[in-house]
């Protein structure tokens, strides 16, 4: 009975298999909120996953953490790929679709600044219109910014209209990272991308805008990180501003 199914789950679409990947630095506190909430959503909504964690080196101890989570939900849900040091945003994906069993790709923060309750919209925003990318917007129909003073909601909102007036990228949340990906799709960006840091996200859209891929967009809230230290600081601003001008003088 199992055998059909699944027979009949791939025949519907949902035997599609869906891979997250959760880049971690420094997110013991994090992690197994973020892993708890996407088991239960996934739960839920019946669609087959993994998670996979690439932690970078964290001296806060967040493997130990991960490897317990391993063990609470088993092998075959929480996938283990540290990495000995920090080595940038791109190559985290790249070495996480290495070893992804899924046809689709979901990109997201663990840091709960994006919650795994958007990502059934997602998936069901990707089967309606046979998307590329869906992204999570905060910019358009009742997606927003929660937890945030006024500065940064003033530096992010600057951020993504100078990347919309100079980009023209065709999707209204140009600087947001949390993203579903046909993994064939996210393969060829991550390949023709050369942008480090919080400019990379950015790149990944305009890439896909060259290459005639279709982008669907959902509305969702961002939370401000519970636990931990924001990573934005003036150096990001700069290399944002810097990537932005060199996304405009080379797409």
């Known amino acids: 009975m199992a055998a059909v199914r699944e027979r009949k789950g791939a025949r519907d679409g949902t035997g599609d298999m869906y891979s997250v990947l959760l880049p971690t630095y420094n997110e013991r506190e994090n992690l197994p909120i973020i892993v708890w909430l996407l088991v239960k959503y996934f739960g839920e909504s ?5 998670i996979i964690i690439i932690d970078d080196g964290s001296p806060d101890g967040t493997l130990e953490v991960a490897k317990q989570l391993q063990k609470i939900y088993g092998e075959d849900k929480i996938l ?5 040091k ?3 945003l791109g190559t985290a994906y790249i070495h996480g679709m290495q070893h992804a069993s899924g046809n689709f790709i979901i990109i997201m923060d663990a840091d709960l600044s994006h919650h ?3 990502i059934p919209e997602f998936i069901k925003k990707q089967k309606e219109g046979n998307f590329d990318i869906v992204s999570g917007t905060r910019y ?4 927003g910014v929660y937890g945030w003073d006024l500065k940064r909601k003033l530096i992010s909102r600057g951020a993504n209209f ?6 023209r990228p065709g999707a209204s949340d140009l600087t947001g990272s949390f993203r579903l990906y046909k993994k064939t799709v996210l393969q060829k960006l991550v390949d023709n991308c050369v942008s480090k840091g919080y400019v990379f996200q950015m790149e990944m859209i305009v890439r896909a805008r ?5 982008i669907g967009e959902v509305p969702i809230s961002f939370v401000d990180r519970v636990y931990g230290e924001s990573k934005l600081g003036g150096n990001e601003i700069v290399s944002f ?11």
């Open 46 to 50: 019946g669609y087959k996953y993994e």
């Open 80 to 84: 283990l790929r540290p990495r000995e």
């Open 86 to 88: 920090k080595l940038g």
């Open 116 to 118: 795994p309750k958007f």
């Open 140 to 143: 358009i129909g009742n997606g």
């Open 162 to 167: 100078l990347s919309q007036v100079l980009l």
């Open 210 to 214: 060259q290459f005639n891929y279709t």
């Open 241 to 251: 501003l810097k990537g932005l001008l060199t996304l405009f003088a080379t797409t």
